[in-house]
């Protein structure tokens, strides 16, 4: 079972930049490939970064947004550059063994999430 904790939202201006992290605890975290999404409210669950083999992007934020983790650490980090008021949202971090990268209901865990607000 592998348990996690996202921290690092909060509240921006346009153009600004924020650096998520993901905390994981419980499980054999290496093996995971690692997603971040995010929900808008009336909105579903959207795919925005994964990193497995290799790095994943949303088009929506390609260029702006970089994922990286450090195994040693059993982390996992979202870096946001360039935010948009359209990028608020509370941002997920999501685990799987075996997943379909966009697919949130192909991730077996997921964190609470952590509230990114951009101002215009």
């Known amino acids: 079972q592998v348990q996690l904790v996202e921290s690092g939202g909060g509240l921006v201006q346009a153009g600004g930049s924020l650096r998520l992290s993901c905390a994981a605890s419980?499980?054999?975290?290496?093996?995971?490939?690692v997603g971040w999404f995010q929900q808008a409210p009336g909105k579903e669950r959207e795919f925005v970064a994964a990193?497995?083999?290799?790095?994943f992007y949303a088009d929506s934020v390609k260029g702006r947004f970089t994922i990286s983790r450090d195994n040693a650490k059993n982390m996992v980090y979202l870096q946001m550059n360039s935010l948009k008021p359209e990028d608020s949202a509370v941002y997920y971090c999501a685990a799987g063994a075996s997943v379909e990268i966009s697919s949130p209901r192909t991730y077996n865990y997921w964190g609470q999430g952590t509230q990114v607000t951009v101002s215009s």
């Open positions: 990193i497995g083999w290799r790095e």
């Open positions: 419980g499980g054999t975290f290496n093996r995971y490939t």
